[in-house]
């Protein structure tokens, strides 16, 4: 694909107002999504930061469930960032009862691994495939990923504290993820990154 | 937020710093923070897809029927309510009460509401919100007020409305103040900010940025008075970023209904189809206050300063 790809951000709940700036800063037409006419127009899809039980109920509620999956399976790239990256996750530790998420991503993701608020952390972390130095992490009540499947590259783990070695960054085709939160930080090498694999997907 | 300073690179992890704060309230944005009294309240909330829940001893119609001093709840119904829902947990402790604060820090909390429901424990200071690593939200009735919260520290700013009313007119006044404040001063040459600083007695800086962001450099919420899924909506529209829903949901005859509809309104606010929708059949509203009935001591939005 040349020229700017159309990539949506998942808008039920959450910090979608950032992730839209971030990848308009990275050559992506970026829209919110709350509808499934919205989910169709688009190339890529970002799932944000937020409460990821409000998140999937809302998508349930509005019959985006279904619809997001049958994206996703179809080869659709998508990024998720913490609440984001436990909706795109297979297996999920820690949710709350008959909690549903779209899958596609062969991980298991335990929720709110690091602790509660007062432990939420920032930190530098290196992360595969994203060149230039470390990527300044945000991890806010954030999840880490359990285990991977087979399919699944670990991008980046803490590297400092008692979580180090925790797998925070990972990518399987099409499909990335992040327990932490770039675009709090300043930081859209990640966006740019996903903006990239929009682009390669549609070439 | 772009413009916080970042940690340096070799840095170990670092926890309570302003992003970190600021983050977690990013985190709620479109979302609705629902008063609780029980863990049986807080497991209604959650399953009706609330962002958080604040708990506290009385919802603030209870407050206002009852009188006396209101204060922070008891530890162990803060803990049970911690332990009954896995999404964020906040809680109220009175202005300028520093120890209440660490108290509910020490629990668990993930955000402290230094609140005007509860009966001030200061009526000069509020707390110094940066010695904390739990964030804090606050009240304000204006943009001068949010700023002055924000340069204690103050990682959120809700409206304060008139809690425990049922009667959505503060919240409104105070939502349309903060953000008239906001975009006049997004209007101002440079030289006009030191005196407009000067007029909202807040910090040039803190007056600066919002200047050039267009914006509060925390969140926004909206909270006193919120009853009914048009209202969320109504507040969303005037530029909230979310909402807390105090005494209306739990006050109401079919609290899990009427949650869970206030949380599709606050999605689709700008969608009055689907605010009808979920506006039926919800059962009764909780009965509201008109403001012409409170005496003036009787308004919490007038504590703090």
């Known amino acids: ?203 | 937020m772009s413009d916080l300073p970042l940690a340096p690179a070799t840095s170990a992890p670092q926890t309570g710093t302003a992003r970190v704060k600021r983050g977690m309230a990013e985190m709620l944005k479109g979302g609705v923070i629902m008063d609780v009294v029980t863990p049986e309240q807080a497991k209604i909330a959650e399953d009706a897809g609330a962002v958080a829940v604040m708990a506290l001893e009385r919802v603030p119609a209870d407050i206002r029927a009852q009188g006396g001093v209101a204060r922070m709840s008891d530890p162990d119904m803060v803990s049970g309510i911690v332990d009954a829902v896995s999404i964020p947990v906040m809680a109220k402790a009175r202005i300028g009460h520093f120890v209440e604060a660490r108290v509910l820090q020490s629990l668990g909390v993930d955000y402290v509401d230094e609140s005007e429901v509860l009966t001030p424990a200061d009526e000069a200071h509020h707390i110094d919100k940066f010695s904390f690593t739990v964030p804090f939200v606050c009240g304000a009735t204006d943009l001068g007020e949010a700023l002055r919260r924000i340069s204690e520290g103050a990682a959120m700013i809700r409206s304060k409305g008139e809690a425990g009313t049922g009667n959505v007119v503060e919240a409104t006044r105070h939502m349309r103040s903060i953000r008239a404040g906001i975009r006049r001063l997004g209007g101002l040459p440079p030289e006009e900010l030191y005196a407009a600083a000067k007029e909202l007695r807040a910090p040039y800086d803190l007056v600066a940025e919002v200047a050039s962001l267009g914006k509060l450099p925390v969140v926004l919420f909206t909270a006193g008075g919120i009853a009914t899924p048009a209202d969320a909506a109504m507040m969303m529209q005037l530029g909230a970023e979310g909402v807390f829903v105090g005494s209306g949901i739990f006050k109401s005859g079919d609290p899990a209904r009427r949650a869970e509809a206030i949380v599709k309104a606050t999605t689709f606010h700008d969608d009055p189809d689907v605010i009808a929708k979920v506006s039926r059949g919800l059962g009764e509203p909780m009965v509201g206050i008109g403001l012409d009935e409170l005496k003036p001591e009787q308004r919490y939005a007038g504590r703090g300063w």
């Open chain 1, 1 to 203: 694909m040349t020229g700017r790809p159309t990539v949506g951000v998942l808008a039920l709940q959450g910090d979608v107002r950032e992730h839209l700036q971030a990848l308009t800063g990275s050559g992506a037409d970026a829209v919110p999504v709350r509808r499934t006419s919205e989910l169709d127009s688009v190339d890529g899809l970002v799932i944000p930061g937020g409460e990821s039980t409000t998140i999937s109920k809302l998508a349930v509620a509005f019959d985006l469930l279904e619809p997001l999956r049958e994206r996703i399976a179809a080869g659709m790239p998508a990024y998720g960032s913490c609440a984001g990256m436990i909706l795109l996750a297979d297996k999920v530790l820690d949710g709350v009862e008959g909690q549903r998420t779209l899958g596609g991503l062969d991980v298991t993701v335990r929720r709110n691994a690091f602790g509660r608020q007062v432990d939420s952390f920032e930190e530098s972390i290196p992360v595969a495939g994203v060149p230039g130095g470390p990527f300044h992490a945000v991890f806010i009540r954030a999840p880490w990923v359990e285990s991977v499947g087979s399919g699944v590259e670990v991008l980046g783990v803490v590297t400092d504290g008692e979580a180090a070695g925790r797998i925070v960054a990972v990518r399987q085709g099409a499909l990335l993820a992040t327990s932490f939160h770039p675009e709090l930080g300043g930081d859209a090498r990640l966006h740019a990154l996903f903006v990239d694999m929009v682009r390669e997907r549609d070439r």
